[in-house]
């Protein structure tokens, strides 16, 4: 019971420090929005929150402005009742956009970009980002633990990602996607009105 107490109103304080100072600081923040503490915030002007969302511990959240010798336009959007857990790295060079209603566990990565390896004369840390497009997570998507997702992704309403996959691609609403790449193995047909096997492309298998 006590630790129950402790953490609701370590929560309350969090809120209020979200509410009455993070607010300074953000493009936006919704109500009743919470970000816990150790958290590396870059170019918070660039990054939006919904109402109602958690952040918890260790996440980093960075709209890329400048990297190396260049300039990029990296923006953050996350929508309404949103759950981050704890350690993810979300990082911006394009666009990431997260809507309603998204559960993120714990150690998830989402990076737009990748850095550029071509020329061998320039180490990597100093050469410049690649963008591969923006990352849009649409409502009510569940990210499992230990996710990375890298590039131009789309992952439609309603999709489910499997721990320690690493997408870099699409998929359609309402998938099972699993692997390293991620690929698809299950699907909700909305005419029988349940899941059903698929191929990797997405397509339904025929079931006996």
């Known amino acids: 019971m006590y630790f129950l107490f402790r953490n609701k109103l370590y929560r309350l304080y969090r809120l209020i420090i979200t509410q009455f100072i993070y607010t300074k600081y953000f493009k936006s923040i919704g109500k009743q929005s919470v970000v816990f503490k150790s958290m590396k915030i870059i170019n918070p002007i660039n990054i939006e929150i919904g109402d109602n969302v958690t952040i918890e511990d260790n996440v980093t959240l960075y709209a890329i402005t400048r990297y190396s010798n260049n300039t990029y336009k990296g923006k953050i959007s996350i929508g309404n009742d949103v759950y981050i857990n704890y350690n993810c790295n979300i990082t911006a060079a394009n666009e990431i956009i997260i809507e309603d209603n998204v559960v993120i566990a714990f150690n998830v990565s989402l990076f737009d970009f990748n850095h550029n390896y071509e020329n061998v004369d320039i180490p990597v840390k100093y050469s410049d980002l690649h963008i591969l497009g923006s990352i849009k997570i649409r409502k009510n998507c569940w990210i499992g633990m230990n996710v990375a997702i890298i590039g131009n992704v789309t992952l439609e309403e ?38 059903r096997e698929t191929n990797e492309k997405g397509e339904f298998i025929n079931e006996i």
């Open 158 to 195: 309603g999709c489910v990602v499997g721990a320690n996959s690493v997408v870099t691609k699409s998929f359609p609403k309402y998938t099972v996607l699993i692997g390293s790449p991620a690929r698809a193995i299950k699907r909700y047909d909305f005419v029988e009105k349940k899941w």
